[in-house]
């Protein structure tokens, strides 16, 4: 089994920043590609990031040329960098990982960590 533990998320002013972390554990190997998703109240949950075991990434548009998506595989990190953030960013976000092995996007939700920007 595969676990995700999100955290950095916190209250910020419209124009700030914050930078999630999404640590792995447990049976790994078997992720290609770990995505960060987020769920905003009463809106279904939304792809906004994803990389690639070899440093691919691919963005939303709601976020392209303000977050950047990053990993490090020896750490089994993933690491979220949101700039000029907006109120319509709020949301509760959790990784997610691609289980190559399945060919499917696993159920490995965890807490999430709460994300609030102010106006």
């Known amino acids: 089994q595969v676990q995700f533990v999100e955290s950095g998320g916190g209250l910020v002013q419209a124009g700030g920043s914050l930078k999630l972390s999404c640590a792995a554990s447990?049976?790994?190997?078997?992720?290609?590609?770990i995505g960060w998703y987020r769920q905003a109240p009463g809106k279904q949950r939304e792809l906004v990031a994803l990389i690639a075991r070899r440093g691919t990434t691919n963005y939303s548009d709601s976020v392209k040329g303000r977050f950047t998506i990053s990993r490090d595989n020896a750490e089994n990190t993933v690491w979220l960098q949101m700039n000029n953030l907006k109120p319509e960013d709020t949301a509760v976000y959790y990784c997610?990982?691609?289980?190559?092995?399945?060919?499917?996007?696993?159920?490995?939700w965890g807490q999430g960590t709460q994300v609030t920007v102010s106006s």
């Open positions: 997610n990982g691609y289980n190559q092995d399945r060919d499917s996007w696993g159920d490995y």
């Open positions: 447990g049976s790994t190997f078997s992720i290609s590609v």
